[in-house]
């Protein structure tokens, strides 16, 4: 059994070059939106918008300008995280999403039937629908470059390594001594989803972040969504348990109505 | 800021809302004709068939819609069979999109059951083996069945609201009370239904004076049920100040609940409305019943993440 897998994004070395963004599309063989017809969306250098179904990585440009010349560009390759507890794979009702050999998350097309409750479980935002394939898709972490030793596609490509692949044991050092050292230089640095007793009981994929996590487009602490399953199923019930009572009680009313019209 | 703000909408709108208005119909008219078949008189058979007819109805209606808004239609049955092992079951008791399709399925199965009890009842069968099964449900199986079907049909009306809370969405994400306020809905349109369609079936005076009675109640729940949702949805209340918050205050509270309470109550305060206050009232719940699904799913449908979370 291997040793799991993931992804370490460091932020602070990320340019912006969206060459994860190419090797993804052309690995993966995602089709183009709106047949290759683009709009630009005005909004800094993005023109990919969000993580969905033909987008499975996502270079995010958050510029920090308050006044001239005073000021930061935040990068960020954003990706599927592959929760080690997914919400995704929770609530799938048809066994399509699965946990691989690799401790990933990927969704098998062959199964998915398209109802789209992971859409609205990943807390993160990361799964949409493939228009082509009229199923959910996200990222596989490359799994079939995995299955024959490849790194995947977009690690290979990145040009700075702020996307490092790797067993997750041996990223989680690498990017700790990054943290020091970055905080070594004045930078309040910190990760996000690398501590396996914290959120989700850890992301594989991870990162480091010179912000808060709102910033980014990430939940401070994102959740299961089960975590309302017993509360909800209990008051539903008793609602349902009053509504019956609440007939039952009419029915003896008019009974007792009856008797007491013959009695009376 | 709700951490439920940084994930993506489902695209549940068009074939979902019908749908969720139809089950939890469905299944509150099953309950009613249930109820009735264990406890009624009877005088209340018209109304019993009623609801199995309408509950029949509402659930082939339902899993057609739920199959439609499907991305691949035709997979719809690897909600119930695991697909790579097939005849393997495929049930997850934590999710409900899963539990909610056994849920369909069977409310669907004993609902058309009874509906053939009812039919077999009115001599409305031609074909034999249908009034041969008819016959049987309408005979000794028939409590049996509108007792389990019973429970199903609040199942049904009620998962939907549990299935969009046990997700990462805005506002259905956000409290635990969609679940109880569906069952509550459903009971008052389930009753609605029956009032407006009985009468076509003979039902007395006696009948459908108890469910005005048992509507005006349900819609008391809803109404408690209501302010208790929003009351814990807490600071992302704020999604309500657009036109969802419109609709959820005039047509689902006022058109759906208090209009009809009131006219449940004192009816000549409603000038025209007043004429025919029960079916009056019972078609306002219908509309209210209705809104309240667009403007829940719509409401958090149309939460644009990026803006949301940029602060815009």
Not at chain 2, 57 to 83: E, Y
Not at chain 2, 166 to 190: E, H, M
Not at chain 2, 265 to 282: C, T
Request: aromatic share 10%.
């Amino acid at each position: 059994m291997p040793e799991p897998m993931g992804f370490f994004t460091d932020t602070t070395i990320c340019i912006g070059c969206k060459a994860c963004e190419v090797a993804c599309k052309n690995w993966n063989q995602l089709p183009a939106e709106n047949g290759g017809v683009k709009e630009l969306s005005g909004n800094s250098y993005d023109n990919t918008g969000r993580l969905d179904g033909i987008h499975w990585r996502h270079v995010k440009f958050i510029e920090q300008f308050e006044a001239p010349y005073q000021g930061r560009w935040l990068m960020m390759s954003d990706v599927c995280k592959h929760c080690v507890q997914a919400g995704c794979l929770e609530v799938c009702p048809t066994g399509a999403i699965i946990r691989t050999e690799f401790d990933t998350v990927v969704i098998q097309s062959d199964v998915c039937n398209g109802c789209r409750a992971c859409i609205a479980a990943c807390p993160f935002g990361v799964i949409d629908m493939n228009p082509v394939s009229g199923t959910a898709q996200k990222c596989t972490l490359c799994h079939d470059r995995l299955q024959v030793g490849l790194e995947p596609a977009c690690a290979k490509a990145c040009p700075t390594d702020s996307i490092q692949f790797g067993t997750i044991t041996e990223l989680r050092g690498r990017a700790q001594k990054r943290v020091e050292q970055l905080k070594g230089q004045g930078v309040n640095a910190y990760l996000y989803g690398a501590d396996p007793n914290g959120p989700l009981g850890g992301l594989n994929s991870f990162y480091l972040l010179v912000d808060k996590p709102e910033v980014y487009g990430l939940p401070q602490k994102p959740q299961l969504p089960t975590r309302n399953l017993k509360s909800s199923a209990s008051f539903s019930t008793a609602s349902a348990a009053v509504l019956g009572l609440l007939a039952l009680v009419g029915l003896r009313k008019r009974r007792m109505d009856d008797m007491g019209g013959r009695n009376g | 800021m709700s951490d439920t703000f940084f994930s993506a909408a489902p695209h549940w709108t068009w074939f979902i809302i019908p749908y969720f208005f139809i089950g939890g119909l469905a299944g509150g008219a099953y309950f009613l004709a249930a109820v009735l078949e264990w406890f009624g008189q009877p005088e209340d058979r018209p109304v019993i068939r009623t609801g199995y007819r309408v509950a029949a109805v509402g659930a082939i209606s339902s899993g057609l819609l739920l199959t439609i808004d499907l991305g691949r239609p035709l997979r719809f049955w690897h909600m119930l069979f695991q697909s790579e092992h097939f005849p393997a079951i495929m049930f997850k008791s934590w999710s409900p999109i899963s539990f909610g399709a056994w849920a369909i399925l069977l409310f669907g199965l004993f609902s058309v059951l009874s509906a053939l009890g009812a039919m077999s009842e009115e001599g409305r069968l031609q074909n034999a083996a249908l009034r041969a099964v008819g016959g049987v449900v309408r005979g000794g199986l028939a409590k049996l069945v509108a007792g389990v079907g019973g429970l199903l049909g609040f199942f049904v009306a009620g998962y939907t609201g549990i299935l969009l809370t046990v997700t990462n969405r805005p506002v259905w994400a956000d409290s635990p009370w969609l679940g109880a306020l569906f069952v509550a809905s459903g009971a008052s349109t389930g009753a609605a239904t029956l009032i407006l369609l009985a009468p076509r079936r003979g039902a007395t005076e006696r009948s459908l004076n108890w469910l005005s009675s048992f509507d005006s109640k349900a819609l008391a729940v809803e109404l408690l049920v209501l302010i208790l949702f929003l009351g814990s949805l807490g600071s992302v209340n704020r999604v309500w100040v657009s036109f969802w918050g419109l609709l959820l205050l005039v047509g689902v509270v006022g058109a759906g609940i208090l209009v009809p309470l009131g006219l449940h109550m004192k009816p000549a305060s409603f000038g025209s409305l007043a004429a025919r206050p029960v079916a009056n009232a019972a078609k306002l719940v219908l509309l209210g019943g209705f809104l309240l699904r667009l403007a829940t799913m719509l409401a958090s449908e149309g939460i644009e993440r990026y803006r949301v979370a940029a602060g815009m």
